[in-house]
């Protein structure tokens, strides 16, 4: 069956330190993969897009990787703040034509002072 | 753009009674999904429209769901009868074209007792 896979378990780190979290996919073969940002009782919020073609995105203290052969993307914070404890997402397009976006459970982030 | 706009933002209504929930998708955007989250299940992708047509309803729950987008500026998604499992937070999100990023917004918190 097709399953997108993130930590369940909260991730804790200490402010400044560089936050790593993880989407692996199983039996998709996506186009691109998304990740977002959600805090308490919002929406969630748009962050980064890879295409199945590219290895590496960057965006300020983000940056993305997408491993097709391990079916892996990363998602890494540097220089983690407090402001940037929230749940994450990955969020993938199944290949086909669909602009549809099927969603992982989410990380929840927690940077410490 | 004041973003997607959601209303209610709250609703609470008995068993068996009727709920509609409301989108305005952002102007421009082409494409419109509604996505159900819980707890249990995360968020789940219920109906997709494209240019105000429906595309894929795969992931709505049952009959008593339905949804409508009678022009590209609005979009319903009703439930009749309402039960206690239908109470979640449901989203509406769009999307300039495929393989962009999403805007979602504030969501309706949907309680039924």
């Known amino acids: 069956s097709q399953k997108i896979e993130q930590n369940s378990e909260a991730l804790n780190i200490q402010e400044g330190k560089t936050a790593t979290l993880t989407c692996n996919y199983t039996?998709?073969?996506?186009?691109?993969l998304q990740w977002y940002r959600q805090d308490p009782g919002r929406g969630p919020v748009f962050l980064l897009l890879?295409?199945?073609?590219?290895k590496e995105k960057r965006k300020e203290r983000l940056k993305v990787t997408f491993d097709t052969t391990l079916k892996q993307s990363l998602f890494h914070i540097t220089a983690s703040q407090p402001a940037d404890s929230a749940t994450y997402l990955c969020?993938?397009?199944?290949?086909?034509?669909?602009?549809?976006?099927?969603f992982g459970a989410g990380t929840r982030l927690a940077v410490h002072p | 753009d004041a973003g997607v706009i959601q209303s209610p933002r709250h609703e609470v209504t008995e068993m068996g009674q009727e709920v509609t929930l409301r989108c305005k998708p952002i102007?421009?955007?082409?494409?419109l999904f509604w996505y159900r989250q819980t707890m249990m299940r995360g968020l789940e992708l219920l109906i997709y429209?494209?240019?105000?047509?429906?595309?894929?309803d795969s992931g709505m729950p049952e009959d008593r769901f339905s949804a409508k987008m009678p022009n590209a500026s609005f979009s319903t998604l009703k439930i009749q009868p309402s039960e206690p499992r239908d109470s979640a937070v449901y989203f509406c999100?769009?999307?300039?074209?495929?393989?962009?990023?999403?805007?979602f917004g504030s969501g309706t918190r949907l309680t039924v007792v």
């Open positions: 890879i295409r199945e073609n590219e």
């Open positions: 999100a769009s999307s300039r074209d495929e393989g962009e990023s999403y805007t």
């Open positions: 969020a993938l397009a199944p290949s086909g034509g669909y602009n549809k976006l099927i």
């Open positions: 429209f494209n240019n105000n047509v429906p595309i894929d």
């Open positions: 102007s421009g955007h082409n494409s």
């Open positions: 039996n998709y073969s996506p186009a691109y």
